[in-house]
């Protein structure tokens, strides 16, 4: 009887030490939630695209899975979870819906009135050179230093004299598969010779790592939601990995531009890892530390 006794009151110990540590965290989280809610007058609403302002938590670089994240201002580009129509056997593809309302803004027009943003791991360097490459010898992103910068400059965080300058447009990717192809990058990933020798454990430690890291000095692994802009006075064109020649096609002929082909440069070589490789725990880390990505361009949480 006295054991019994003894059994029930650490029972009720370790439930009364587990209410209170419960109602400890979230009194913390409420806290804090409270104190970095955003101040009047940060952000403003947005025809492009129907984008507008939402506060989203961004981990701090080094953070470890869990622990408390920042509140960072995000912009939620709406509609863009709408399927692409499929095309039928002969017919060209049509291009993601949400460029059929930011095709409605255009601003600048004729070829030197569009400026590229270039995301890491978006085809972005084969978009380069194809616009360089073309008779209007278009400079976009790498090409671009004098006026746009390094090339994987967050936008969103641009003066808005430059920003409101020119119509822009940018590659989205679905942030998992954008984080293989970051392993595989020859600049900041790993590259095949080192890649060949590592386990699928050696790939995601590599991967959560990196990603408790943050965005690198090279611009890598930068949340896409950074190039977003809710300025009303900037046009967006938000193509998609997905469905790139289709979109890429449409958002250039807004503007007069045609090309025959985009070829696929800086593809990063061999690639040893795929995403069925990826484990849950990986998973859980891309999705806490990019939840604004999936929210605000409208791909599914892994």
Known sequence: MA??????????????????????ALTVVCYDALLAMPKEGHGSQSRNSSIEVKSETKATGGAELGAKPALNFTVVTKDVTSP????????????SPQLLQSAQHVRHHGPHGLKFIHISKTGGTSIEQLGINLPEQLRWGAWDRQEYGYQHGAFRYFPAEKRQKYD???????????FVSEYHCGFEGVNYMQSRFHTEKDFNQWIQGRLRQGGTPGGHFIMMTDYLDADPN?????????????????????????????????????????????????LAYIRAYYAADFANFGYPLP
């Open 3 to 24: 054991a019994g006794g003894r059994g029930s009151s650490c029972l009720r110990s370790v439930l009364l030490g587990l209410t209170a540590y419960f109602l400890g």
């Open 84 to 95: 692409t129509v499929a095309a039928k056997d002969g017919e060209a593809k049509p291009p």
């Open 168 to 178: 822009w447009f940018l590659v989205s990717r679905n942030p998992v598969d954008r």
């Open 234 to 282: 900037v046009t967006q064109h938000i193509v998609r990995y997905e469905n790139l020649d289709a979109d890429l096609r449409f958002v250039l002929g807004l503007y007069n531009i045609t090309y025959r082909r985009l070829r696929h440069d800086n593809g990063g070589g061999k690639r040893m890892f795929t995403r069925r490789n990826i484990t849950n725990d990986t």
